[in-house]
């Protein structure tokens, strides 16, 4: 059983920034990615940015130079750091985490993100 505690949504202006923490349960060399999705309302959930075990990075197109991926293997905990941002990104973002073997998605409770003036 995996958990992932998300903590660090809110809400903030056009410009601004907020930065999400996901803490799991295990340990990070356990999964082989661990990252971000959100899902606006209406909409399909989607990749916002993952980071391989291996440090490699990946980001949706729409968040490419305004959003960083980091983690803390130490604590077992990835980071989401957010700038500029948009009312567009206004969503709940979900922490996720995926195992090779087996295949496995876990997900946290998810935290809303409201971009508004």
């Given at each position: 059983q995996v958990q992932l505690l998300e903590s660090g949504g809110g809400l903030v202006q056009p410009g601004g920034s907020l930065r999400l923490s996901c803490a799991a349960s295990?340990?990070?060399?356990d999964f082989y990615t661990m990252g971000w999705y959100r899902q606006a309302p209406g909409k399909q959930r989607?990749?916002?940015?993952t980071v391989t075990r291996g440090g490699t990075t990946n980001y949706a197109d729409s968040v490419k130079g305004r959003?960083?991926?980091t983690r803390d293997?130490?604590?077992n905990t990835v980071f989401l750091q957010m700038d500029s941002l948009k009312p567009e990104d206004t969503a709940v973002y979900y922490c996720n985490a995926f195992t090779i073997a087996p295949p496995s998605d876990y997900w946290g409770q998810g935290?809303?993100?409201t971009v508004s003036e």
């Amino acid at each position: 059983q995996v958990q992932l505690l998300e903590s660090g949504g809110g809400l903030v202006q056009p410009g601004g920034s907020l930065r999400l923490s996901c803490a799991a349960s295990r340990s990070f060399s356990d999964f082989y990615t661990m990252g971000w999705y959100r899902q606006a309302p209406g909409k399909q959930r989607e990749l916002v940015a993952t980071v391989t075990r291996g440090g490699t990075t990946n980001y949706a197109d729409s968040v490419k130079g305004r959003f960083t991926v980091t983690r803390d293997s130490a604590k077992n905990t990835v980071f989401l750091q957010m700038d500029s941002l948009k009312p567009e990104d206004t969503a709940v973002y979900y922490c996720n985490a995926f195992t090779i073997a087996p295949p496995s998605d876990y997900w946290g409770q998810g935290t809303q993100v409201t971009v508004s003036e």
